[in-house]
């Protein structure tokens, strides 16, 4: 701006309008990332069940345990991987939607934001439904790991623990 121009600065404030809209894509975006966290675990337990049916079963050859049990194991860290991705993206737009919902006045309307942290909308719930299912769940995929780790070197070295 030159001196003595008439220009405004830009403003820099969000109709309500464009607020409503950016909502509508973050919360469908938001929804959309949950769905697809939850979709991992569920698939990778039924492809775990079926790789360590073959890992550990009586009739398979030991270089096709391990090969079994490795793929296994690697299934489980990308699985972890992509439910964590998921989870981080989940929650970036559940913090963009909140801060939306204030802007709108939907916190002081409803007492606290639709898409609030999970311990302000859980408040004083028993701790089985205070706990955490991501973390749960995710424990869960990286135990699988683990035994398949476990299969893996056991059929590698012969040692058959196992069988």
């Given amino acids: 701006m030159t001196q003595g121009s008439t220009a405004s600065p830009v403003d820099t404030s969000v109709s309500k ?8 894509v ?21 492809a775990q069940a079926f790789l360590l049916t073959v890992a550990l079963g009586p009739d ?5 345990q391990t090969v079994t049990a490795v793929l296994a194991a ?15 993206l989940e929650t970036s737009d559940s913090r963009l ?9 939907l916190d002081q309307g409803l007492g606290t934001p639709p898409h609030a942290a999970v311990r302000e909308r859980l408040g004083h719930q028993p701790w089985l439904v205070r706990l955490s299912s991501y973390r749960l ?15 893996a070197i056991d059929a590698a070295t012969g040692f058959g623990l196992l069988h």
């Fill in 17 to 24: 309008d464009v607020l409503m809209a950016a909502y509508a």
């Fill in 26 to 46: 973050v919360g469908a975006r938001r929804t959309s990332f949950d769905t697809m966290m939850w979709q991992v675990p569920a698939l990778a337990t039924a």
């Fill in 60 to 64: 398979t050859a030991r270089p096709a």
């Fill in 74 to 88: 690697a299934l489980a860290a990308l699985s972890a991987q992509l439910m964590i991705k998921y989870r981080h």
């Fill in 97 to 105: 939607a909140e801060r939306i919902e204030r802007q709108l006045g």
């Fill in 137 to 151: 769940w995710l424990s869960g995929v990286i135990a699988f790991g683990i035994a398949d780790l476990v299969v």
